[in-house]
Structures are given as structure tokens and as C-alpha cells.
């Protein structure tokens, strides 16, 4: 036994019911206490007996608790019970005499599959020479009192005065056994009518007269073997036309196809089906015909037999144009033996196509032309090639037309992005110009005392010291030289508001941007004793300028007054 808890509950469940166990026969539901899991199993084919497990890491292991909790309860109950049988798969070989026995018995017995229905259905079949449809054979049953079922059948397949008869069977047990007794009585009946069985006996479409029976001639089984049999180069020919005619193929699928003739024929069979021509696939070339090509063919006469008057149309394929998928195929292919396609009501019916298949197909001596010439004409070339030609070129020059139409509308899309790009390179040009322009003009007036207060830096008290010559890296030089002025040129004076404008510039550093508000100040002491005051991410431990640890004592960004 497998040791999973849950394996175990179920094979107990079903040796206790006695049957298999379903989804609803065993559930669990399962409670989450904090980050542990506690699963409650509910037997439902037990009375609704619950079990709780105890508290696990995850789901599964939870319901595996209460599954082993539920088998603990039953320990003594799965020891009583008995354990299933296994059955061998394998059945034993019979013996020779056991075969035989099984045989005869079945052949006394009968094939229980053939029963008075089916045999009534098969035999009214035979009669109506075709396949019965519903409501054809109607059975009616009725129940008495004490139980007995008694049914009637009628069969309205069957010919004459016979459709409306009607046979009551023996009262029977059941509503099956009725039928089966009506039909049985039924076809007794119909047994003892000798016209009824000589009609079942006929096959389908021969001779005339009778009941129910078609209508029409059916060719003498000698000639229609000896007509199959025959190749179609020793049929006697007659040729209906002296000249080839051409003709469109309708419709072709894989088997047959359809072809009207441009002409109209002089011949009795020519008014059939519209004038359509039947092409079988045997008589087709090998790669088949196209639906919309122009085929090239001569038209001979053959009888089948004096006695019945059969025509048949051989024709000979000279050529075949495809409009539609611009191939050409040259040459002489095959004989095609193709006839007015009348057997559409007829055939079935019983009666004799007026046109015949001929399963031989000969082939010419003359040598098959390469396919694919669509430019070169054949003297035995269709009226319709010419014209297909020239569909053939307009399609290509409104093709290379379009591909001119499409090349041009790139070339301007083309100009026009490039126009774009020269203008806005013409504008950054006036836009530099511009810019030095101002800046002249600002330099010119640097010396207005406008101008100097809004200058974006603070100079210190020594700024104005013309003796002394300042650093070039001193950003005083570095001012001096922008502005093109010396220290001794102009003096300045201290204001009270510089330290606070020192301070809101710093405050402003720490404000910009992003949400700073929770960044820390490092206020590490450097080498000359001024604290480092660089702004560091929350998740910074230590200063990413100088390298310190965080202080617990450092402020953040919204705290700090420098």
C-alpha cells in the first residue's frame, strides 16, 4: 500500500463503499493562521465525518495531515476489511472442443442481429429497387390492460394495393416483441405473392413491366463488356466535322470537367445539358485541364453496335490555351473521349447514357512542345491565345507602372524629409548667431549696476584688492577675465543680506529635482574642519564623497539648516 495519506483514505473510501469515489465523496478545506497552514478533510461518503490536521508549513503537506488523521481513525476498520481482488488480465486459452461448442451453440441460436425487421426491410428494398426513406415503414403499438402490447406495420414503399395494407402481430410482453411479431407476419405475407418475390428477384434496371420497376433499356451485358474492352483505335469512326473547332473548358474538378464548344454541333445530342461536354479524367491529359482554357479538338462518330444506336464522340486535343493562369501547353496531347454529360436523372434511373467513356486513351506520335510559351504563337494556336497575350502584357506594364508610381513616392518622401532636416539645421544656425549677439550686448552693459546684481555668483570682500594678483585658478580671475575688467577698475560693498543669500542657495541645492526629502546630510569633518555636506540616498550607509559612515546624529534633507 502506498504510503501517501491521502492514497490510503481513498483506497479505504472505496473498499468501504464499494464503488469508485468521486470529487465530492472526499473534500478539504484549508485555513491560513499566520505564515502556517491548518487543512480540514470531510467524508462525505461517511457519514460527513471531519478530521483536522495540524498546522503546516504549506498547503499540501496540511491536507496530507488530515488525511493521515482520518486514516488513524479508520486503522481498525481497514484492518477488518477485506483486501481488493486482483484479477488476472489474461484470459485462458480455450481448447479445441470448447471453440466448437461455443460454435454450434451460436448456429442453433441464430445471429441475433438478423431479426423479422430487418429481414422485412431488406425485402422491401429489393421490391422498390432503392433505399427506403422514413415514414416509409411505420410501426403502431398498443397497450392493453393486462399489460399485453399488440402492434400493426404498414409499408407504403411497396407497389399498388400492397402501400396500404396493414398486418397486426400477437399480443406480447413487451413493445419490441410486438413489432418484431408484425413484421415476421408481414413478411410471411409478402412471401407467399408471387409477383412481389419474381419483382424482389429482378435486378435493378433490367427488362420492363412489373410493378414498381423503372423505366427505360439497359445495353445487353455482352456489348457493354465487349464496348469496355475494346480499345478506342479499333472503333468504327465517323467524322462529324472536317475541320477542328475550339471550345472552353466550363468547370474541371479532379475526376471530370465540362466543355462548351464555340461552335454549335450538327448532331442529335448536340442540345443535351446545354451543349456542355463531359471530359473524364482518364481521357484528360496527365497534368488535367483549367477552368477558362481554349482546347483545340476534331469531333468523330462511333457505333457501338447496329442494333442500338449508341454515339460516342472521340476528340482529338490539338491544343490547349489557359487564359486564366497565362500556361501554355503545345502540341498534340491525346485522344479525349468525352460525351454530352446527360446522365445526370437518367443513369439513375436505369436508362442508357447516350454517350460513352472509353477507358483507352492513344497517344499521337507527334512530339509534346515544352510548356510555358506564352509569347511564341503556334499556327494551331486557339482564336482566344491572342487575346490572352495581350491581357498578358497589359497586366505586366500596369505592374511595372505601379512599381514607377511606388519608387517616385519614395524619392519625395525622401526630398521632403531631407527639406525638413536642411530647415532645422538653418534655425539652430540663426538661433547661434542670435545667442552671440546677446551675450555681446550683456557684456557691453556689465557695467550697469542692474546688470551686477543679478550676476549668478557672490564675490568675496578681497575681489576689489588691486594690488594683489589673484590665482589664474581663482574663480575671481576667472570672473575678471569674462567680464574683461581688473580689481582696480571697480570696488565692491559688503551686504548685509549675502550670508543669508549664501544659505537660501544652499537650501535650494538640496530642493530641486526628484523628492529629497528623506536623503541624509554627511557632516563629516574635512581636512580644513568644514563639515562635507553632500547629499546621500536613504539606502546609503556610508558618504559616496568622502567615504564616512552615516552618523546617527545626520540630518535629512527637509531638517537641514545649514
Not at 427506403?132 to 403499438?141: D, I, M, P, S
Not at 580689481?487 to 549664501?502: L, P, Q, W
Request: proline fraction near 5%.
Amino acid at each position: 500500500m502506498s504510503k501517501d495519506p491521502k492514497t490510503q483514505l481513498n483506497h479505504f473510501c472505496q473498499r468501504y463503499c464499494q464503488r469508485p469515489v468521486t470529487k465530492s465523496d472526499i473534500s478539504y478545506t484549508t485555513n491560513k493562521f499566520g505564515n502556517q497552514y491548518q487543512a480540514i478533510v470531510k467524508l462525505d461518503c461517511i457519514q460527513g465525518q471531519e478530521y483536522a490536521g495540524h498546522l503546516c508549513i504549506n498547503q499540501k503537506d496540511a491536507e496530507k495531515s488530515a488525511a493521515e488523521q482520518a486514516v488513524m481513525a479508520f486503522s481498525s476498520q481497514m484492518a477488518v476489511l477485506k483486501p481488493p481482488v486482483q484479477r488476472d488480465k489474461k484470459r485462458k486459452p480455450r481448447t479445441p472442443e470448447e471453440i466448437a461448442e461455443r460454435k454450434a451453440k451460436q448456429e442453433a441460436e441464430g445471429n441475433p442481429a438478423i431479426t423479422p425487421k430487418t429481414l422485412l426491410n431488406a425485402l422491401v428494398m429489393k421490391i422498390a429497387k432503392r433505399y427506403l426513406q422514413k415514414g416509409e415503414t411505420v410501426y403502431e403499438t398498443k397497450t392493453y390492460n393486462g399489460g399485453g402490447h399488440q402492434a400493426t406495420v404498414k409499408l407504403s414503399a411497396l407497389p399498388g394495393e400492397w402501400s396500404e395494407r396493414m398486418w397486426a402481430g400477437h399480443v406480447c410482453t413487451t413493445k419490441q416483441k410486438a413489432e418484431q411479431s408484425a413484421a415476421e407476419i408481414a413478411l410471411e405475407s409478402i412471401k407467399q405473392d408471387k409477383e412481389l418475390m419474381e419483382e424482389a428477384d429482378k435486378p435493378k434496371g433490367f427488362g420492363k413491366g412489373g410493378k414498381g420497376k423503372g423505366k427505360g433499356f439497359m445495353w445487353d451485358p455482352w456489348q457493354w463488356g465487349w464496348m469496355w474492352g475494346m480499345p478506342s483505335s479499333e472503333l468504327p469512326r465517323k467524322d462529324v466535322l472536317t475541320e477542328s473547332i475550339t471550345g472552353e473548358v466550363i468547370e474541371w474538378k479532379e475526376s471530370h470537367g465540362w466543355i462548351k464548344a464555340d461552335v454549335e454541333l450538327d448532331h442529335k445530342a448536340a442540345s443535351r445539358r446545354e451543349g456542355k461536354i463531359f471530359v473524364g479524367k482518364s481521357d484528360a491529359p496527365e497534368d488535367g485541364l483549367v477552368a477558362g482554357a481554349k482546347v483545340s479538338f476534331t469531333v468523330y462518330e462511333v457505333d457501338v453496335a447496329p442494333s442500338q444506336i449508341v454515339d460516342v464522340i472521340i476528340v482529338q486535343v490539338l491544343n490547349i490555351h489557359v487564359l486564366r493562369s497565362g500556361k501554355s501547353r503545345d502540341g498534340c496531347r491525346s485522344f479525349l473521349s468525352l460525351y454530352y454529360a446527360s446522365h445526370g436523372d437518367t443513369c439513375h434511373q436505369g436508362h442508357a447514357s447516350p454517350m460513352a467513356i472509353l477507358p483507352s486513351v492513344h497517344r499521337l506520335g507527334a512530339s509534346v512542345l515544352p510548356k510555358g510559351r506564352l509569347h511564341r504563337r503556334s499556327p494551331q494556336l486557339c482564336d482566344g491565345s491572342a487575346d490572352a497575350e495581350k491581357d498578358g502584357g497589359d497586366k505586366k506594364e500596369a505592374k511595372k507602372l505601379k512599381k514607377i508610381k511606388k519608387k517616385a513616392k519614395k524619392e519625395a518622401k525622401k526630398a521632403k524629409k531631407a527639406a525638413k532636416k536642411l530647415k532645422k539645421m538653418q534655425k539652430l544656425v540663426q538661433k547661434k548667431k542670435d545667442g552671440k549677439s546677446s551675450k555681446g550686448i550683456k557684456s557691453d552693459s556689465s557695467s550697469d549696476s542692474s546688470s551686477s546684481s543679478s550676476l549668478p555668483f557672490v564675490m568675496d570682500m578681497d575681489f576689489s584688492s588691486s594690488g594683489k594678483e589673484l590665482d589664474p585658478r581663482n574663480p575671481d580671475s576667472r570672473i575678471q577675465r569674462a567680464l574683461g575688467l581688473t580689481c582696480g577698475a571697480f570696488s565692491f560693498i559688503e551686504r548685509k543680506d549675502d550670508e543669508e543669500v549664501y544659505k537660501d542657495g544652499r537650501k535650494a541645492k538640496y530642493k530641486e529635482g526628484e523628492d529629497q526629502s528623506k536623503d541624509w546630510i554627511c557632516l563629516r569633518s574635512k581636512a580644513n574642519g568644514e563639515p562635507c555636506g553632500e547629499r546621500n540616498f536613504p539606502r546609503n550607509e556610508k558618504c559616496f564623497r568622502c567615504g564616512g559612515l552615516r552618523q546617527n546624529t545626520a540630518p535629512l534633507v527637509r531638517d537641514y539648516n545649514p
